[in-house]
């Protein structure tokens, strides 16, 4: 079982819609963070977050850790959205662990 | 700044050869981290390391060395390639620890191990 499970693992939406993608761990963690990769392969962080909520833009992530939850949020999406975007996790040992990715693809 | 830079972008290598990875940040950053990326699986840990002279192995170390002679710079070494390195190499750096610090990631080596 991986530490990291995301969902889903591919969405299409139209131009303009809300999108939602979900991140479950399963290992104690220091901070959880959202990263997107673009078609050509180069990957950014988007968000580092340990409780609460961040926005930046039109994307909003959110973590329950209680739950061992986080959601990405992308509101009034665009084509320029289509991108892979992964969740992972680090502790305070230094050690990453990696969802597999939400492939999203925003038709105009 | 240029960032996290590496490199080759791409480099086929035969069974047994050996290659390094360089990777180069000037960014003056702590912490520097190598992953792969397989297709359909999630990034995997190879080494981090915390700073200069310092380094500890991630999740899948074998098959792999580092150093860290300089804040700048951490090679990955493979000495004896193998088909299952076949794999896309990206560099990751950051200025604090995993939790503290955004990871600036390079734009990744993609290898074929034939």
């Known amino acids: 079982k991986n530490e990291v499970e995301q969902s889903p693992q591919n969405l299409t939406a139209q131009e303009g819609e809300f999108i939602t993608i979900n991140c479950s761990y399963s290992v104690g963690i220091s901070a959880l963070h959202w990263l997107q990769q673009h078609p050509g392969g180069g990957i950014v962080s988007l968000f580092m977050?340990?409780?609460g909520k961040k926005k930046h833009g039109r994307l909003i992530a959110t973590i329950n850790i209680q739950e061992k939850h986080s959601s990405l949020h992308i509101t009034a999406s665009h084509p320029r959205d289509s991108a892979v975007y992964i969740c992972?996790?680090?502790?305070?040992?230094?050690?990453?662990?990696f969802g597999t990715g939400t492939s999203l693809t925003v038709i105009p | 700044n240029a960032g996290v830079t590496q490199t080759p972008k791409f480099r086929i290598l035969k069974i047994g050869q050996s290659m390094t990875l360089q990777c180069t940040q000037d960014m003056n950053h702590n912490y520097m981290y190598w992953y792969r990326q397989d297709p359909g699986m999630g990034l995997k840990l190879i080494y981090y390391?915390?700073?200069?002279?310092?380094?500890d192995k991630g999740e899948v170390p074998n098959g792999y060395n580092v150093s860290r002679s300089t804040t700048e710079d951490f090679p990955l070494r493979l000495e004896l390639a193998a088909p299952s390195q076949t794999s896309v190499y990206f560099c990751?750096?950051?200025?604090?620890?995993?939790?503290?610090?955004?990871?600036?990631f390079g734009p990744g080596t993609r290898l074929t191990v034939l």
């Open positions: 990751a750096s950051s200025l604090g620890g995993a939790g503290t610090d955004t990871q600036y």
């Open positions: 390391s915390v700073g200069a002279g310092i380094t």
């Open positions: 977050l340990s409780s």
């Open positions: 992972a996790v680090s502790n305070t040992g230094n050690q990453f662990y």
